[in-house]
């Protein structure tokens, strides 16, 4: 915990772009004073088929869940950080897009082996 989870569409060409985005994405977490990096998940969900209104043919969108409790301009220093970062990286992809949730500490529950 926290997860990021990164949906992509056309945005990453290649085995270096995935792990670029993966990279940056945990980095970009972990550089934040109230997220422990040791904790961080990443994953990753290609799509190969979607459609999007406006015509664009390529996107990011990572969704991060943190447990509830945190005030929502750390989340906007994450959201934007994280945004910023892919934009410098993914110049050329149309959407990156990010989404900060809360998951509910009385239900959130994990097992470790």
Do not use: W
Request: glycine share 6%.
């Amino acid at each position: 915990m926290p997860h990021f989870v990164i949906e992509q569409g056309n945005a990453l060409l290649n085995d270096a772009d995935i792990n670029d985005v993966l990279q940056i994405t945990l980095d970009c977490g972990g550089r934040m004073d109230f997220i422990n990096k040791d904790d961080i998940k990443v994953r990753l969900l290609p799509y190969t088929h979607f459609v999007a209104g406006d015509g664009r043919t390529s996107f990011l969108h990572i969704t991060v869940y943190l447990l509830d409790g945190r005030p929502d301009a750390l989340k906007e220093v994450l959201s934007m950080a994280l945004r910023d970062e892919l934009d410098q990286r993914f110049s050329l992809v149309q959407s990156i897009s990010i989404d900060v949730r809360d998951m509910n500490r009385a239900c959130y529950k994990k097992r470790l082996a």
